[in-house]
């Protein structure tokens, strides 16, 4: 999957094609967007990436669109440039799109479209051609049906899919990518580690990673920090995903729910903390949402 996903990454870079990255969060969806975009022939020219989940609702139009000087209040008397206009020439990253309100939706069809934006306060017309990846974790095709993402939105932005499968899909990736990163800390905080143990090795190939690159990345950096002989041991990573204190003193009921708590925030961490994320974690976990509300209390 992960093959077939790089060949096609190569074989689209070469377009202005708009792509639409799918995969769960952390799986590398924007180190994938910046590969096509530095293959392109806009590789010298600007990548600008936007996390659409991560602005409130009522800054995403002066965010994507800029504004003009005294459009309203607190607006800098000079203006701003928007990522459209920052990025007319080159690549525009449109992360987590599927967050985006179903309002700025329409306003981003039409910019692409007409392939203009007007700044916020503004009246004139701008010409933007940005070279346009998007990514989501969402089931974006399933929110078109639900009428929660416009298809004709979809349908401009999924021209090519490519879908980035899960690490826990991705067999002895783990152990390289593993290995590259204990090799990348270990020079940023001045240690001499030379790998991990096997049985270390092994307990990382057997998870499931919820959290996919960016857990296994956070996992590794903590047992560089900590570890205090030649390999990186299990002990110490488990210190980082079920902190032995935090074990100390209980019953088998306590360490039983704590031990739920944790594999339900490892699915919240997937599948989102609102409340699609929850009902589709107490799905997986064949509980009701009730129950999930009990045990994260």
Known sequence: LLVNAKRQAIQVSGSD?????????????????RAISTLSK??????????????????????????EGGSFTGAKATGKLG??????????????IGDLPYAMQVKILRALEEKAITRV???QSIKVNPRIISASHRDLS????????????????????IYIPPLRDRGYDIILLARYFLEHFSGIYHKELKGFTAECERYLLGYSFPGNIRELKNLVEYGVIFEENPLVGLDNILNKMKPKE????????????IYEKSIIESYLSRYGDHVEG??????????????????LD
Do not use: W
């Not at 806009?42 to 504004?67: Q, S």
């Not at 990522?83 to 987590?96: I, P, R, S, V």
């Not at 416009?150 to 999924?158: H, I, Q, T, V």
């Open 246 to 257: 935090q074990l100390d003193s209980k019953n088998l009921s306590e360490m039983t729910k």
């Open 142 to 161: 399933k929110m078109v049906g639900e009428g929660k993402f416009r298809e004709d939105l979809f349908y401009r932005l999924n021209v090519v899919p």
């Open 83 to 96: 990522k459209f206009e920052m990025a007319k020439d080159g690549t525009l990253f449109l992360n987590e």
């Open 121 to 123: 306060g503004g009246h």
């Open 42 to 67: 806009r590789g010298e020219d600007v990548f600008m990436a936007i996390n659409c989940g991560a602005i409130p609702e009522n800054l995403i139009e002066t965010e994507l669109f800029g504004y």
């Open 278 to 295: 929850k009902a589709k974690t107490a799905q997986k976990l064949g509980i009701s949402m009730a129950t999930l509300y009990r045990k």
């Open 17 to 33: 094609v708009s792509v639409l990255l799918a995969g769960e969060t952390g799986t590398g969806k924007e180190v994938f967007a």
